[in-house]
């Protein structure tokens, strides 16, 4: 079968599905062919796909069965539900950079299905089974699928990125090696930066303005993308890797045990029921706030310097929270 036929044959299924009556001649107006063509394609439908095609003088051509559906996407209602599920699971992660596509995708899907089933299906996704991600992002999708075309086309770009932790602006060339969606909702652009001389990470919703430019950029040999997203904690990069342990008392230690947070880790059980874990990571600024997270649950055992970021940062809180009540009130 050609690809001109089958798009013929989804045409005249979708002709004889409506309540016009319809007759080779009317087919062939409306496919701009000829009625030999059209006749040949409903032979063909009836003889070699088996449609339960009849036609009636009063009624024209016309299936005997309408939940009969062309064999061209041989998907079962399990598999379509998995997809639409998969679909919403995605656009929930990547924010409305895929909204249009995915939902357009689902759908030409789902017209091989009866409708009933169709809706039966959505009404479950929508009711049963719901995708949240918490906060969400302010993504562009445009900025988003040009950067999939540089990635994809080793095209260099220019960028105007906004920085929160200095709440400024600055202007970079940037060599985009890959795109991470990070915990569902943070979505990252990976790539060798000019201004820095290093890869670095940039939030693709902080991009201000993006270029592609005609200049080809080669990866650094020695970047190795599965190695690079192993040695991080969370999203941070940069610097050697560093041991660092952190013991979690009994109390917090479920919730440790039951992930996996980090590719190097290793658990140490106590007899207390406390556990102490151990990792391999590049950067502590993230780990800082992470451990942070975990209150008086948590305590870092190393490196030093880890332990006088916490211990910092913990000051800080309690000077803040000893002074806040005469600054509110006044």
Not at 53 to 64: A, D, K, P, S
Not at 118 to 140: H, K
Not at 274 to 286: A, C, E, W, Y
Not at 302 to 318: C, F, H, I, T, Y
Request: glycine share 4%.
């Amino acid at each position: 079968m050609s690809r001109l036929q089958l798009e013929r044959l989804l045409k005249i299924d979708d002709l004889l599905r409506k309540p016009e009556r319809q007759t080779a001649q009317t087919l062939a107006d409306e496919l701009e062919v000829s009625e030999r063509t059209i006749r040949d394609d409903l032979a063909f439908l009836k003889n070699r796909l088996n449609a339960p095609l009849e036609f009636q003088r009063t009624r024209g051509h016309y299936y005997t069965d309408p939940e009969w559906r062309l064999p061209t996407i041989s998907l079962t209602r399990g598999e379509l539900y998995a997809l639409t599920l998969g679909a919403r699971m995605l656009e929930a992660c990547a924010g409305s950079a895929y909204a249009v596509e995915l939902r357009s995708a689902v759908s030409r899907l789902a017209e091989r299905l009866p409708d009933e089933t169709w809706v039966d299906l959505q009404q479950v996704a929508d009711e049963r089974i719901i995708f949240r991600t918490g906060a969400e992002t302010n993504l562009d999708p445009d900025i988003w699928h040009r950067l999939e075309d540089a990635c994809r086309e080793s095209k260099q770009v220019w960028m105007r990125y906004y920085t929160a932790s200095r709440d400024a602006d600055s202007e970079r060339v940037l060599d985009p090696y890959l795109l991470h969606i990070y915990r569902g909702t943070n979505p990252y652009v990976i790539g060798w930066c000019h201004r820095r001389d290093e890869v670095r990470w940039f939030r693709v919703d902080r991009i201000r303005e993006l270029k592609l430019l005609d200049s080809v950029f080669e990866r650094k040999p020695d970047f190795n993308a599965k190695e690079h997203l192993e040695m991080i904690f969370q999203h941070e990069v940069g610097g050697v890797p560093v041991k660092v342990r952190i013991w979690f008392d009994a109390k917090t230690a479920p919730y440790i045990r039951e992930r996996r947070w980090h590719p190097t880790q290793e658990l140490h059980e106590h007899e207390d029921g406390s556990v102490t874990l151990q990792m391999v990571v590049r950067g502590l600024n993230d780990l800082k706030r992470w451990v942070l997270g975990y209150g008086r649950g948590a305590v870092v055992k190393e490196p030093p310097e880890l332990r006088k970021m916490v211990a910092e940062e913990v000051e800080r809180m309690n000077y803040n929270y000893a002074n806040s009540l005469t600054d509110i009130d006044s």
